[in-house]
């Protein structure tokens, strides 16, 4: 793909609005807590636009993409089955703990709920993970922009990391945010063209749909068994693995999303958040992946696209640019890759921010230098942003060097990720859940993750302590070592804590369901209260699964 | 605090004002797959939801003051 000069000045332009918006709220930063928390003040509908935007990195853009092209309109499920049903559980459930808990991380909330250790092993396995994916989206980026524009892979990582640096070095987590705002209007405007581009041309949902197998324009026809569909799962696999326990995981737990929220100016706010940005979740299919299957039929067409290929086989990751380069002229096609580099460096920044914050509060205040003036703490977030984005430059080398480890790290990664929810969910909703149950739940849950990996295989992959079992896709195997690990991670906990001491209730007032005065927010209008909204969000997500099913 | 309305709909009304021109310039300059002047009306599209951005923001700065 050949880029025109007006393409680089769109480019620069952006990098410009960046660092200004950088610029001017660095005066607006007295203390670690405008720093590392944006101070609660941030308007909702920022705070949501945000909360979906720190997700939506350019990862996402590349692989939902090539993933529509290769597995159809099922791939879907990740955002009807495996988001919203979570985004709305976490606004109205969730949020009034910990927002109303005044903690100002997820690893600090466990900290009140329950004690010291289960909040480090919290904070230390979040802190490693958010560098390692800041690292390895880096690479991503540096990878994507040799392949398609011919930059060399240190110009790449080494211009976004500066200027990453700079905006949240200046103006700190309310900078990340504007500035994932401004990523997703870009990736609205820079993408939604295309898709609609891509279907006309391919004739529309119908012309597609004569075009491609019938397995990949049907999101549930498909799922009665694993053998029907290409993802390899089936309805109960699917459901409980990544719409329950991965999904649940992942957007109710994730200090990376929810500190996004609880960055809201009110309770109020804090709980819409989640809730409202699964409206414009719940569209990105049609944005992300519809134009992967678009782009499969327009290769079946004879019109001039090929699906791009390496190594024989299709390259999926390279649909999205390959789309772009066939529909786009300069101008736009500077559009649609700032979009691209946007979101690949406001995930770095969603990664940095989250980072400092747990570093400087859950890590550094909690055990290397407790009772200091909070000016020192504000140094501290700032010097550990630096820290952050040069340790995920050495993360992304790493990555580039050995492309074995960074597989082994993603698969540590979600052992150690898919038990969380468990102890979350006994945490809020069960008082008598103690320290010791939910840190040996963690750890018990950890392992059992582990441990159905090596019992099981998939295309070659598991069993390294024996093979019990084959799984259809490494995908199906994924969903059931996180059922496995939630599993393990309930039990153990709940078993555990009735061994345990409880808690006395009146330290557990405003952590735990039960024991939390709830402020109804009546003689509101309905869209500005959360569970009208929840009903709202809710009911379209039926409808958008029965249309497509 | 800075509205990020503000210098969101001004780099978006700049950019729908480059991409509206270049449009016009260039007519004939579309992707290989399309005839559409698809600068021309993304252009247009930016254009105007950038100045809706900034309608917005002048309207939050005046009931403030």
């Not at chain 1, 459901?239 to 309770?267: E, K, P």
Request: overall charge positive; aromatic content about 12%.
């Amino acid at each position: 793909m050949k880029l025109a000069f007006v393409d680089y000045f769109i480019l620069a332009l952006y990098f410009l609005l960046v660092l200004g918006i950088g610029w001017l709220l660095r005066k607006k930063i007295s203390t670690s807590g405008d720093f590392l928390t944006a101070g609660h003040s941030v308007p909702v509908w920022i705070t949501s636009l945000a909360f979906l935007a720190a997700n939506l990195g350019a990862q996402e853009l590349v692989g939902m993409s090539g993933n529509g092209a290769k597995y159809g309109i099922m791939t879907a499920h990740f955002y009807w089955v495996g988001a919203v049903p979570a985004m709305i559980f976490v606004g109205l459930f969730m949020m009034p703990f910990y927002y109303g808990s005044r903690a100002r991380s997820v690893p600090e909330y466990l900290k009140l709920r329950f004690d010291e250790k289960t909040r480090t092993l919290n904070a230390l396995a979040f802190a490693v993970m958010t560098i390692f994916s800041s690292g390895i989206s880096m690479y991503a980026l540096g990878l994507l922009m040799r392949l398609v524009l011919g930059w060399s892979f240190e110009t790449s990582v080494l211009v976004s990391a500066a200027i990453v640096l700079a905006y949240t070095f200046l103006g700190g987590l309310t900078s990340a945010i504007y500035n994932e705002v401004l990523q997703f209007f870009l990736i609205v405007v820079g993408f939604s063209p295309l898709a609609a581009l891509a279907v006309w041309k391919a004739g529309g949902w119908s012309g597609m749909a004569s075009r491609v197998p019938a397995v990949m324009t049907h999101s549930w026809k498909y799922m009665g068994s694993a053998h029907q569909n290409p993802m390899g799962i089936e309805v109960f696999g699917m459901v409980a693995g990544l719409g329950f326990v991965l999904s649940f995981g992942y957007w109710c737990t994730d200090f990376l999303v929810i500190q996004r929220a609880m960055a809201a100016n009110s309770m109020s706010a804090a709980r819409r958040t989640p809730v409202l940005a699964a409206l414009p979740k719940m569209m990105m299919p049609f944005i992300v992946i519809v134009p992967g299957i678009a782009a499969l039929a327009l290769s079946k067409m004879a019109v001039g696209y090929d699906l791009p290929m390496k190594n024989g086989g299709p390259d999926y990751d390279q649909v999205l640019t390959t789309l772009m380069g066939k529909f786009y002229p300069s101008g736009m096609l500077g559009v649609g890759l700032t979009g691209l580099m946007a979101s690949f460096m406001s995930g770095m920044a969603g990664n940095v921010t989250a980072f400092n914050t747990v570093f400087t509060y859950d890590i550094y205040q909690s055990h290397i230098r407790p009772n200091a003036p909070d000016s020192h703490y504000l140094m501290v977030g700032r010097l550990t942003t630096v820290g952050g984005v040069l340790l995920s430059v050495g993360a992304a080398y790493m990555a580039a060097s050995y492309n074995t480890i960074n597989d082994l790290l993603q698969l540590v990664f979600s052992f150690v990720n898919a038990p969380l929810f468990a102890t979350f969910l006994l945490g809020m909703f069960w008082r008598r859940t103690t320290g010791h149950g939910a840190f040996f739940g963690l750890l018990s849950g950890t392992l059992a993750a582990a441990a159905t990996h090596g019992l099981t295989l998939a295309e070659g992959k598991g069993a390294w302590i024996a093979n019990l079992h084959e799984f259809p896709s490494p995908m199906a195997q994924n969903f059931y070592i996180a059922m496995s690990a939630w599993t393990v991670c309930f039990l153990t906990t709940i078993g555990v804590s009735m061994l345990s001491e409880p808690r006395p209730e009146r330290e557990l007032t405003g952590l735990v369901y039960g024991l939390t005065e709830h402020k109804h927010d009546e003689g509101v209008v309905w869209y500005k209260r959360p569970a009208p909204l929840a009903v709202l969000v809710g009911v379209l997500a039926i409808i958008l699964n029965l249309w497509f099913a | 605090m800075l509205d990020l309305r503000l210098p969101s709909g001004l780099f978006f009304t700049l950019l729908g004002v480059l991409l509206v021109a270049m449009g016009i310039l260039n007519p004939a300059d579309h992707g290989a797959l399309t005839d559409l002047n698809v600068n021309l009306y993304c252009g247009l599209a930016m254009l105007v939801f950038g100045l809706f951005l900034l309608m917005l923001a002048r309207r939050a700065s005046r009931k403030q003051s």
